[in-house]
T-cell receptor, first 112, second 113 residues
Framework: ETGVTQTPRHLVMGMTNKKSLKCEQHLGHNAMYWYKQSAKKPLELMFVYNFKEQTENNSVPSRFSPECPNSSHLFLHLHTLQPEDSALYLC???????????FGPGTRLLVL | KNEVEQSPQNLTAQEGEFITINCSYSVGISALHWLQQHPGGGIVSLFMLSSGKKKHGRLIATINIQEKHSSLHITASHPRDSAVYICAVRSEVYGGSQGNLIFGKGTKLSVKP
């Protein structure tokens, strides 16, 4: 399997649930990203990992918790989310921070 | 005001038409990206450019650094070109570090057969 994959593709959760989004890249890239895309709004950067170290947290609420156990995998742990957190969550990777980013298909999240 | 503005927001064209999508930005940049997002959500990078012009098949991207403006052109448009086209700029950050991507809201293109 090649490229950037994300699971699950769709997720419905209640505000008290805990769930995790998974991203995997098979491109040998060193940088990985989480983005949020809400309706009618531009893509918003959430987190950046470079060589497994978190280098950016773009003022994201603590109910979103990223984890990067190795350079190929990135998780986004979700707990006590709010309905306004419903959005498309996109993962991306790049060889380094300055290079072209390759995006996964996204996880469409609905918080009830 | 957004740092990256795209126009138009929505565009409907007939198959075969020449299409232009515009992007203006207000920050100093090291590079500009054009991305394509299909209805399923997946995003594909089309171009990364910092000067001049790039061409790939029927797609052409140009950038004018002095005017802080870029255009994406599609020649001989086809219904399969229907997608959202997103402009993103990588901001300049002094001191050797790389800025993050700043995204426009996108232009939704619909090409009718």
């Amino acid at each position: 399997e090649t490229g950037v994959t994300q699971t699950p593709r769709h997720l419905v959760m209640g505000m008290t649930n805990k769930k995790s989004l998974k991203c995997e890249q098979h491109l040998g890239h060193n940088a990985m990203y989480w983005y949020k895309q809400s309706a009618k709004k531009p893509l918003e950067l959430m987190f950046v990992y470079n060589f497994k170290e978190q280098t950016e947290n773009n003022s994201v609420p603590s109910r979103f918790s990223p984890e990067c156990p190795n350079s190929s995998h990135l998780f986004l742990h979700l707990h006590t989310l709010q309905p306004e957190d419903s959005a498309l969550y996109l993962c991306a990777s790049s060889q380094d921070r300055a290079e072209t980013q390759y995006f996964g298909p996204g996880t469409r999240l609905l918080v009830l | 005001k957004n740092e990256v503005e795209q126009s138009p927001q929505n565009l409907t064209a007939q198959e075969g038409e020449f299409i232009t999508i515009n992007c203006s930005y207000s920050v100093g940049i090291s590079a500009l990206h054009w991305l394509q997002q299909h209805p399923g959500g997946g995003i594909v990078s089309l171009f990364m450019l910092s000067s001049g012009k790039k061409k790939h098949g029927r797609l052409i991207a140009t950038i004018n650094i002095q005017e802080k403006h870029s255009s994406l052109h599609i020649t001989a448009s086809h219904p399969r070109d229907s997608a959202v086209y997103i402009c993103a700029v990588r901001s300049e950050v002094y001191g050797g570090s790389q800025g993050n991507l700043i995204f426009g809201k996108g232009t939704k293109l619909s090409v009718k057969p």
